[in-house]
């Protein structure tokens, strides 16, 4: 019978580049940014690495279709490297492989390793890199704000919640990220942005405005993973271990059927209630210290926290306007600034986000550091609401929940 798991693997190890507009350097130099500092923290040599996997998203305008672009940036001579694509799942996805390759006992020590290179391709936003015969049939001219204002409208519908009380607890949210985002030295904005401003930018995909939605950014991020005992002998304390890493899927069954009202995320329920059995969580709202999740849009944020079971169906704009998801509130979301102020490079996000856990619950997190945080979660979202991928990474202090 499947045990999963939860604390079969230590994170010994992790780096994150600058997120931006990275123009004076390539992927590669990316890929050795946060390399070179997950393996500084990790305390090994290159050589002990024994297997790796590497995400991209946009091979041909980025970093190349094969993983040997990675392999030759970080000098991973004569050992297995490779290379993942899950859409904006891809961090989480490299994550969970080389989680799974050190709780098999195939290696004792793999490397998970993220990096896109967005901002030269000249696109204001994600390049459409899956084009081909399915979204010629089923996305046609489609968009991705276009794709997550839908939920606005369903949610709207399901809950009776007024267009101005959506409009300003989203606005909450991208405030709160800004905020959040000035204490990251390596996010790609830094500014406060008031909720004048965000009430008052351009319409984007009604009712997205400006300020709801996240940008693109160039960067890379990346982990080294062991087993508890190896980690233990190297004279690791306070270790950081994984809970939970769970992935679901859409099948069509929200495009294709009136199964699903356009209100919340499938997927994202799926793989949380999964992750949430892996790691032993009964009470997330009560017994998570953080959350770090897939805030590609301010509405998408707002739906997560009630598909994670941490707001009760229709609370989730009472929660965020009374501050629960502040830095100081009950259960800090995006202590980092998001992806609204990180950026998004696709296959850097969901390491990204891990990222951020793990340094807080090492008490690394400078300016943004809580107290004494003891278990956080990762949420990934791939696609669109009504086709995509969820990614659910839960990682805690060894020994803890």
């Not at 069509?252 to 329920?269: A, C, F, H, L, M």
């Not at 999964?274 to 790691?279: D, I, L, Q």
């Not at 998408?300 to 229709?314: A, I, K, N, Q, Y």
Request: hydrophobic fraction near 40%.
């Amino acid at each position: 019978m499947a045990t999963g798991i939860k604390d079969k693997v230590a994170i010994i190890g992790m780096g994150c580049s600058k997120f931006g507009e990275r123009w004076d350097i390539g992927p590669s130099e990316l890929l050795a940014e946060a390399f070179e500092e997950a393996l500084l923290d990790a305390g090994i040599e290159r050589k002990q690495i024994e297997a790796a996997w590497y995400g991209s998203c946009s091979d041909p305008i980025s970093v190349g279709n094969s993983a040997i672009p990675a392999s030759m940036a970080l000098r991973l001579d004569g050992i297995p490297v490779s290379h993942m694509e899950n859409m904006c799942a891809t961090g989480s996805e490299v994550l969970r492989a080389a989680a799974y390759a050190v709780a098999s006992g195939a290696v004792d020590f793999a490397l998970a390793i993220g990096a896109e290179k967005l901002k030269d391709t000249g696109y204001g936003g994600l390049p459409f890199v899956y084009k081909g015969t399915f979204n010629d049939l089923w996305l046609p001219l489609g968009s991705t704000p276009a794709g997550f204002a839908q939920l606005a409208a369903g949610y709207r519908t399901r809950h009776g919640t007024s267009k101005e009380d959506l409009k300003r607890a989203m606005a909450h949210v991208s405030w709160k990220s800004h905020q959040n985002g000035m204490l990251s030295p390596k996010a790609h904005l830094r500014k406060a942005v008031s909720m004048e401003q965000i009430l008052g930018a351009p319409m984007i995909a009604d009712p997205l405005g400006l300020y709801d939605c996240c940008g693109v950014s160039d960067g890379a991020a990346a982990a080294i993973v062991t087993t508890p005992e190896i980690a233990r002998a190297l004279g690791r304390k306070d270790m950081v271990t994984i809970k939970s890493i769970q992935l679901a899927i859409g099948s069509g069954v929200e495009s294709g059927t009136n199964q699903w009202d356009g209100s919340y995320v499938r997927t994202t329920r799926a793989a949380a209630q999964k992750a949430y059995a892996e790691a032993g969580i009964k009470d997330p709202r009560a017994e998570l210290s953080l959350m770090e999740v897939h805030d590609c849009f301010s509405i998408t944020e707002l739906s997560t926290m009630e598909d994670l079971f941490v707001s009760p169906d229709g609370g989730a704009v009472h929660d965020i306007l009374d501050g629960f998801f502040d830095r100081d509130g009950g259960l800090p979301c995006q202590v980092d600034g998001g992806l609204k102020c990180f950026g998004h490079p696709i296959a850097a996000s969901g390491l990204r986000m891990a990222y951020e856990i793990y340094n807080q619950l090492q008490g690394r997190a400078g300016e943004r550091q809580l107290s004494n945080p003891s278990i956080g979660l990762t949420h990934n979202l791939g696609g669109v609401p009504y086709l995509g991928i969820a990614a659910i990474s839960i990682l805690g202090l060894h020994g803890g929940k």
